[in-house]
């Protein structure tokens, strides 16, 4: 595949013995989300956010090798089942890669699906794909800790 064209999709899946509710809404508390927002080196990771549709966010994550930001836009917050908002970053791009959210009812919790579409590369897939995999588990340890 060429460095120029888009890849359908990703989509990562995780059931976090949590209510929807509060797995809806650390995506958008920035304070949460500097805490478990921070995938491989990063050591931590400056938020802001402006929670509503239309509204932009900001998620510069620290690493050793210097920031990365992360900048967006929300399309949908539809709590507590689905969060839609666009995603640039020097890794997938600057034409507005898509990530949906999805959080469903499961026995023993909530599965959280993170579905993210219009990545430029396959490169850029498997580096996603791993970034969302650890999200996912770092934001289940974060709650674990809250409980």
């Keep these: 595949m060429s460095s120029t064209a888009v890849v359908d999709k990703l989509v990562v899946r995780r059931v976090i013995a949590a209510p929807a509710k509060d797995l809806f809404d650390a995506w958008l508390d920035a304070k949460a989300m500097a805490v478990w927002m921070k995938p491989g080196d990063a050591e931590r990771s400056d938020v802001t ?53 999805d959080f469903l009812a499961r026995a023993g919790g909530t599965e959280v699906v993170v579905t993210h579409e219009k990545l430029p590369t396959e490169v850029a897939v498997g580096q996603h794909r791993g970034g969302w995999t650890e999200i996912l588990e770092s934001l289940e340890a974060n709650l674990a800790r809250k409980s």
């Design 49 to 101: 956010v402006d929670a509503r549709v239309g509204g932009r966010f900001e998620i510069v994550m620290q690493t050793q090798r210097g920031p990365i930001p992360h900048r967006g836009v929300y399309e949908i917050i539809d709590r507590p089942r689905r969060l839609v908002f666009t995603w640039n970053s020097p890794y997938a791009g600057e034409h507005g890669s898509l990530v949906t959210v």
